[in-house]
């Protein structure tokens, strides 16, 4: 399997522009989650789906930070307008099932930097 | 709320000599632990997790963890380290639902 694949790797943007990062979880996974890393506040979750339908969003900072799953095979993050302080790196996870013992499984992350 | 404290924002350790990385859990219900490792410019990998049973748990490239529930520790060892090894190091915890509530982490640094 290819694992949790994540586009685009980096990402360079000026203040005020829209930023959309992608997911493509697990082929058969069930669950994927967003989460921000940043040094200051660490591995934060942002949101996550089940089965496609979001469940939980209360990680998401502020309205302008946006999230679809309109399938099973694809996801995206959407920062509209973004802002210096969205620089982080932003990972996409799945796992197997909707339960809180299952493995996690990474995606190698997205690398974003707004100037 | 659930909560992890990772005490060492980083371990330096010789190559071959043992480590261990101090995870500590607040929690009013019954959690499952996982510890996660991070290489650089990679996304994390789980290395092992605690759900029930042997307090004892084995995980991937020898490492080991024992649950802690009086001292409510999850401490994760390895008896002798690799240069391979150096990497950031997480705990985790969940209550049984999704969330997954990580520590701040922990910076192995393996040199020879």
């Known amino acids: 399997d290819a694992g949790v694949i994540q586009s685009p790797r980096h990402e360079v943007t000026e203040m005020g522009q829209e930023v959309t990062l992608r997911c493509k979880p697990i082929s058969g996974h069930n669950s994927l989650f967003w989460y921000r890393q940043t040094m200051m506040r660490g591995l934060e979750l942002l949101i996550y789906?089940?089965?496609?339908?979001?469940?939980?969003d209360s990680g998401m900072p502020e309205d302008r930070f946006s999230a679809k799953m309109p399938n099973a095979s694809f996801s995206t993050l959407k920062i509209q307008p973004s802002e210096p302080r969205d620089s982080a790196v932003y990972f996409c996870?799945?796992?197997?099932?909707?339960?809180?013992?299952?493995?996690?499984?990474f995606g190698p992350g997205t690398r974003l930097t707004v100037l | 709320a659930q909560s992890v404290t990772q005490l060492d924002s980083q371990v330096p350790v010789f190559e071959e000599a043992p480590v261990e990385l101090r995870c500590n859990y607040s929690?009013?219900?019954?959690?499952?632990l996982f510890w996660y490792v991070q290489y650089p410019n990679q996304g994390l990998q789980l290395l092992l997790k605690y759900l029930s049973g042997s307090t004892l748990v084995k995980g991937i490239n020898g490492f080991e963890a024992e649950f802690n529930k009086s001292q409510t520790s999850f401490h994760l060892r390895k008896p002798s380290v690799h240069i391979s090894d150096t990497a950031e190091y997480f705990c985790a915890v969940s209550d049984g639902f999704q969330k997954l509530v990580f520590g701040t982490g922990t910076r192995l640094l393996v040199s020879p």
């Open positions: 996870a799945s796992s197997l099932r909707p339960s809180g013992t299952d493995t996690q499984y």
């Open positions: 929690s009013s219900v019954s959690v499952y």
């Open positions: 789906f089940n089965n496609n339908v979001p469940i939980d």
